[in-house]
């Protein structure tokens, strides 16, 4: 399996309270200030969207989205393009770029106090239905990546795992662990940061 289409999305708390659209200005100051070392390109605005993907920040390499997908909001980002290294490695990287932009949410000054980022709950999923099919098979080769990189994250935690099954959907794990975990702290763990 040859996946490079990886997203992970790390689930927003609870008191999280800002609207989408406030996200917007945000993602522009990023570009404008290429606050991450991607090709920031665009925002798009899918606020109108019940459950959907939100306020979308494009970038060449991948896409960021403040996301409510299962009328749950997160951070979300998926790579478009060919990742170089091992599956675990491309889950790093996706991870890490996730990690960044929920950290300079949560340090902005105009929207820190409306968002947090638990760091305790995340999805990792496949947005390429045809390299990895949501099948037994798939969990199978992608399970030791994820569980290698739980172990990075959670060192010593009990993570709790739950596969969706429905082969309609996209291959995708929701990940849990019993304590909450700062965002730099998870950066620090997967990254040279």
Known sequence: MD???IGIKFFAGADSTAELI???PIFHRWIQNRALDLLLID?????????GPGIVLVAHEGNFSVDETGDRRGLLYYSKHEIPGSPTERILKAAVNALKAC????QDGEINSKITFPGNELQIFSNDRLQ??????TWSL???AIREILGKLFPG????????HDPRERFQVTVKVPEAV???TLLQRISNE
Do not use: W
């Open 182 to 184: 700062a965002v730099d």
């Open 43 to 51: 925002v798009a605005d899918y606020s109108h969207i019940k459950a």
């Open 22 to 24: 406030e996200f917007i």
């Open 142 to 144: 992608m399970e030791p």
């Open 157 to 164: 935690q009990d993570c709790s795992i739950e596969r969706e």
């Open 103 to 106: 950290r300079l949410l949560e």
């Open 132 to 137: 990895a099919p949501n099948t037994g098979e």
């Open 3 to 5: 996946l490079h289409r």
